[in-house]
C-alpha cells in the first residue's frame, strides 16, 4: 500500500493518515512509513548509485546535461541541467535571465543554482539548473558558459 502510494508521490503523512482511516487500530508510524518509502526508491534504482540515478534520469528523459569531473578520483564536482523545452524558450526569450543561488540546503551541502528567465507576458521559467562543489568564481563561470552554449 505504501509502495503503491508512493508512486503517486503521495507525502508520508498523507500515507500515514490513509492507513489510519483504513483501519483504526494501525499503529504505524511516520519513522516505518519513511522507511518503506526509501526501501521502495532503492529498490526502483536497481544497482546504481543515486548520482548514478540522476545521470540515468537525464539521459532517460532526454535532458541536455554536462558535469565537470575531479581529474584524479573521476568524482562529479559540479553537475549542469536543462530540459529541451527550457532551451527552447530560453531562444524566444533571453533578454532577462535571473539566477539565484540557494547554499547547502540539499542533502549534498551543495549550492544549487537556479537559472529562471521570463516570458514576454512576465511569466517565469526555469531555465537550468546546476549543483555547485563550491562558492567560487570557477564553478558559476562554468555553468554560465554550458547555458551560452545552449543559444
Same mark, same amino acid.
Given at each position: ?91 524566444? #526569450? ?9 547554499? $547547502?540546503? *540539499?542533502?549534498?551541502?551543495? !549550492? &544549487? ?11 517565469? #521559467? ?9 562558492? $567560487?568564481? *570557477?564553478?558559476?563561470?562554468? !555553468? &554560465? ?7
Amino acid at each position: 500500500m505504501v509502495e503503491d502510494m508512493t508512486k503517486t508521490s503521495m507525502k508520508a503523512r498523507n500515507i500515514l493518515l490513509t492507513m489510519k482511516e483504513r483501519n483504526e487500530k494501525n499503529v504505524t508510524t511516520i519513522k516505518q512509513i519513511y522507511n518503506a518509502m526509501s526501501v521502495h526508491r532503492r529498490s526502483q534504482r536497481d544497482h546504481r548509485t543515486e548520482m548514478q540515478q540522476f545521470m540515468w534520469l537525464l539521459e532517460r528523459d532526454m535532458y541536455m546535461h554536462w558535469c565537470r569531473c575531479e581529474e584524479v578520483s573521476n568524482v562529479v564536482q559540479d553537475i549542469f541541467w536543462t530540459h529541451p523545452d527550457s532551451v527552447k524558450l530560453v531562444n524566444l #526569450f533571453n533578454i532577462v535571465i535571473l539566477m539565484d543561488n540557494t547554499y $547547502k540546503m *540539499n542533502k549534498y551541502r551543495m !549550492p &544549487l543554482l537556479e537559472v529562471v528567465g521570463i516570458t514576454s507576458s512576465g511569466l517565469t #521559467f526555469s531555465k537550468a539548473f546546476c549543483l555547485l562543489a563550491a562558492e $567560487k568564481e *570557477n564553478n558559476f563561470c562554468g !555553468p &554560465l558558459i554550458d547555458l551560452k552554449s545552449c543559444f
